[in-house]
């Protein structure tokens, strides 16, 4: 089976982020910020280690990680979690991302395919779900 997962994909669709950003407390202009943003994800394998690079309006940050290794993370609304990635299915990447000082808990699953990715997250019962074409 092919490996699906390295490659830079740009957002076109997304919807319910609003409320998904409300929910984990993210202030009100970042999530305007947020929701007029259509940003370009990156992700390179080296071996056994991920880097996944964000590009947006509001923000550009980059992560390292191992599979299956917990790391701090700064997520692109600010907040400090610890993550941690797993691949559930052979192309489908689980992201748990566990907040710090009193900060929400949240999840988002990666589906990448030949020619897009789809990002479903979760916080508490609210989903926002983000569909990205791979670019060539």
């Keep these: 089976m092919a490996d699906y997962v390295p490659g830079k994909y740009q957002m076109t669709e997304t919807e319910n982020f609003d409320q ?24 390179i394998k080296e071996v ?4 996944m690079k964000t590009e947006s309006l509001v923000k550009t940050s980059e992560m390292k990680f191992k599979l299956g290794e917990q790391f701090e993370e700064i997520t692109g609304d600010g907040r400090k979690v610890m993550s941690t990635m797993s691949m559930t299915a052979p192309n489908t990447m689980l992201h748990q991302m566990l907040g710090t000082d009193g900060g929400k808990d949240s999840i988002c699953s990666r589906e990448f395919m030949a020619e897009k990715l789809k990002v479903v997250c979760q916080v508490e019962e609210v989903v926002t779900t983000r569909m990205y074409e791979r670019k060539k």
């Excluded at 202030?27 to 947020?34: D, N, S, V, Y």
């Excluded at 056994?48 to 880097?51: I, R």
Aim: hydrophobic share 35%.
């Design 20 to 43: 998904f950003m409300e929910r984990l407390g993210v202030g009100f202009i970042t999530r305007k910020l947020g929701n007029r943003s259509y940003p370009v994800v990156t992700i």
């Design 48 to 51: 056994d280690e991920y880097t």
